[in-house]
């Protein structure tokens, strides 16, 4: 082989390494901007729940317990949804918010028992429709943090790879974690 020959094929081996760190490089960059728009649309559901609690709470449709209970535990969790927005570069949920929006559904689980439920739906009107709405946020709630934490794993796993490793093509980003907390619905609202 000649020397030109030999040149050219060191050459395009380099060009060759070269496109796939950068196309590595940009999959890890849409990834991690993936995980930042499914925690934002986590935060977002997360919100809408809590309005739709607190909506249930004020209707008047429970009784007075259930009604404080799941007010304070809607409150809470506006609260730290807006203490949680004031930072900007996390990127991630704190145990405290997981621990408010676990709380939350802990709550709605009390205070939506299958007798309450009978009550509201005896009662008729707009209790059966704040209810449906209860129930559509809770779902949604569900599906969003699921995609977020699938979302995460993805990212962990490219970021596992040696050559992201060792050229270190996920710069100083942190690693994202999972979204913990209890977000199952109350059994009278499982569809």
């Not at 949920?93 to 709380?103: C, M, P």
């Not at 490793?165 to 907390?181: I, K, N, Y």
């Amino acid at each position: 082989m000649s020397e030109p020959n030999v040149l050219a094929l060191v050459v395009l081996v380099l060009v060759a390494i070269g496109w796939y760190l950068s196309y590595s490089a940009a999959r890890l960059d849409r990834l991690h901007a993936r995980v930042q728009g499914t925690l934002a649309a986590l935060d977002a559901q997360l919100v809408r729940r809590a309005e739709a609690t607190l909506e249930l709470a004020n209707s008047g449709v429970l009784d007075a317990a259930s009604a404080l209970m799941l007010a304070s535990a809607a409150s809470d969790s506006l609260s730290a949804a807006e203490d949680e927005d004031t930072d900007a570069d996390q990127q991630r949920f704190s145990h405290d918010r997981e621990g408010v929006e676990s709380r939350l559904s802990e709550a709605l689980g009390l205070a939506l028992s299958a007798d309450a439920l009978a009550t509201v739906s005896e009662a008729g009107g707009f209790g059966d429709d704040i209810v449906s709405r209860v129930r559509a946020t809770g779902l949604r709630v569900q599906l969003a943090r699921r995609f977020h934490n699938d979302a995460v794993t993805d990212v962990r796993g490219v970021r596992r790879k040696w050559i992201v490793r060792w050229f270190r093509l996920a710069g100083h980003a942190d690693m994202p974690q999972t979204v913990e907390f209890v977000d199952a619905l109350p059994h009278g609202l499982r569809g």
